[in-house]
């Protein structure tokens, strides 16, 4: 071994663990990627038969959705076994062996853990069932006795996410609490048996090859042990007030079990990583998850949540690196995932302002697909321009609207049946991928899929886009490969600096020579010198349409 081997280690060790910053992710859901078997349902094989496709895009890791067995009552976010595999997804060996042809095609594989509840299927809670009020086996969840001359209300006012309230009484008396649906019964994270089965669990699958996981509803966990009820009227309800000390989300103790994630992560070599889906009230408080002893990422939703609106997209993305720069991690931006209307079709709706921290605040009111498809386009190339990382949720590659006519009788999330029919839920964002222009369900599979695609998808399809430049696919492609091969670009890239400070135009430059501009207005506008090596839409002469962006290289001399 040189002298050079010896220094160079460290930093190649440094280079393996720091794969994250930068990466760009595809979110896989699973049940809707693509179906090998033909049971209407995506599943492992259709994954593994398209890695390529993966490969070809340029992305950088993929996130798969729970795919342990479940009754799926939340779509698998209801984990009956959090070892094993849903077998109409496939097995264990097959898990293995996807984990192995994606590493071989330099893809790093990240799975989904669901700590806040498991499945009312899972043997814990069958055990606690069976079990006395007061027993061990009750203790792993949170049971208590109703209120109520009778204790035949529940134990205090507190409402599930889906609709109706949080509480469920069993056989015998008790109530346990659900803050998702009725079959996700909520885990005691003050029992150490459940810290220790999920820092097990974790091990399982850091062994089997996975590099690390997406945390479920990260800001859940921790109860305030006294369950106070929040006393809140309808009107603040649907305001979503901010709640201080609140009982439920966002409670500090969470962050000592991201502490100790954490730290079973660090003791492999290359570390492995963490991103949180935390929905809290600010980028600040989002900072404190990734303090350098907690969590690596998480998933910036203020990106989402802002309107389409040149100085609102700058302010939103200087809060964010502002505060993530404070404790040294990267952002992670998304546009899109399986909870929230898909981006094509919200940048299509009227931009009333948004606020609050969950999904129904998003733009309501009638699309315009054509219109959201041109700032989807260029709202990717902003994505992909600023410092940090992307979350890519499949089929936003092929510029997917959300389907808003799924027939009533095939939704299939709770919040349908929760909400007493008033709210449709997110199956809209969830229908099956287009690969082909025909076939039974478009090729995603031999059988129709478990819901229906639009017709008009055979011309989003893969097959449809592939050769076409001016295509979706096309343009992610082009961006994605460009993102890799620009040094400007990513995490450790150039630094960034805003060009102006205008209503709706943002530039932002990166390092030595690098530009994007984003027009948002109603006017074409004028580009910086250089040379135009993407842009979204075609230019008008030599000037940025509305509603596009453009990645421009000053000429160097
Ligand atoms: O979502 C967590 C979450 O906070 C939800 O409120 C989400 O924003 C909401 O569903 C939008 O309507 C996670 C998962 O991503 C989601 O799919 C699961 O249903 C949920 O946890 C329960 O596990």
Not at 52 to 77: C, E, K, M, R, T
Not at 266 to 288: C, H, Q, T
Not at 456 to 480: F, H, I, K, N, T
Request: proline share 9%.
């Amino acid at each position: 071994m040189t002298s050079a081997d010896l220094t160079d280690e460290p930093v190649a060790r440094q280079q393996a663990a720091d794969w994250y910053r930068s990466a760009v992710t595809y979110q896989l859901y699973i049940r809707s990627f693509a179906d090998s078997d033909g049971d209407g349902l995506g599943d492992i094989g259709g994954i593994r038969s398209r890695l390529p496709y993966l490969a070809s895009l340029g992305v950088d890791a993929i996130w798969i959705n729970p795919w342990y067995p479940s009754p799926q009552a939340d779509a698998g976010y209801d984990v009956a076994d959090y070892r094993n595999i849903h077998a109409p997804f496939g097995d264990l060996q097959q898990a293995r062996a996807l984990i192995e042809e994606a590493h071989a095609a330099g893809l790093k594989v990240l799975l989904d853990v669901v700590p806040n509840h498991t499945s009312d299927e899972h043997p814990w809670f069958t055990a606690a069932l069976a079990s006395p009020p007061g027993s061990p086996e009750r203790d792993r969840f949170v049971f208590r006795p109703g209120s109520g001359p009778d204790g035949d209300e529940p134990p205090n006012d507190w409402q599930s996410v889906f609709g109706g309230p949080a509480w469920h009484r069993v056989e015998g008396g008790e109530w346990y609490l659900h803050l998702f649906d009725v079959k996700q019964p909520d885990l005691n994270w003050d029992n150490p048996e459940v810290r220790a089965e999920f820092e097990s669990v974790l091990r399982f699958w850091f062994d089997l090859g996975a590099d690390g996981f997406r945390i479920d509803v990260a800001h859940g966990l921790i109860k305030d042990p006294a369950l106070p009820s929040l006393n809140l009227s309808q009107q603040q309800i649907l305001a979503r007030v901010k709640v201080p000390d609140h009982p439920y989300w966002d409670r500090p103790g969470v962050l000592d079990v991201w502490q100790e994630w954490r730290a079973v992560g660090d003791s492999y070599d290359p570390p492995k990583v963490f991103v949180a889906e935390a929905w809290v009230e600010s980028s600040a408080r989002l900072a404190e998850y990734l303090r350098p002893e907690r969590l690596h990422t998480a998933f910036d939703f203020e990106l989402m949540r802002a309107r389409w609106h040149a100085k609102e997209l700058r302010e939103t993305a200087r809060i964010s690196l502002e505060a993530h720069d404070s404790v040294g991690a990267p952002v992670m931006w998304t546009l899109s995932n399986h909870d929230v209307t898909r981006h094509v079709t919200r940048l299509g709706r009227p931009q009333q302002r948004t606020s609050g921290s969950n999904a129904p605040e998003f733009p309501q009111g009638e699309t315009d697909v054509a219109l959201g498809t041109r700032r989807a386009r260029a709202a990717i190339l902003y994505a992909l321009a600023l410092p940090g990382g992307v979350y890519l949720y499949q089929g936003e590659e092929l510029g997917l609207p959300e389907v808003e006519d799924l027939p009533e009788e095939v939704l299939q999330d709770p919040t349908w049946e929760r909400s007493g029919h008033t709210e449709r839920g997110r199956d809209g964002c969830r229908v099956p991928l287009p690969w082909q222009r025909g076939g039974p369900s478009l090729g995603f599979g031999d059988a129709l899929g478990w819901l229906p695609q639009p017709a008009s998808w055979g011309e989003l399809s893969v097959e449809a886009q592939e050769g076409d430049p001016g295509s979706m696919l096309a343009l992610y492609r082009e961006a994605l490969r460009l993102r890799r091969e620009l040094p400007q670009l990513g995490h450790d890239g150039g630094p960034l600096v805003w060009t102006g400070e205008e209503d709706q135009v943002l530039g932002l430059a990166r390092g030595n020579g690098f530009v994007c501009v984003l027009n948002t207005g109603a006017v074409a506008v004028p580009l910086p010198p250089g040379r135009v090596v993407l842009s979204s839409s075609p230019l008008e002469g030599e000037l940025l349409p509305p509603d596009a962006a453009a990645w421009i290289l000053a000429d160097q001399d």
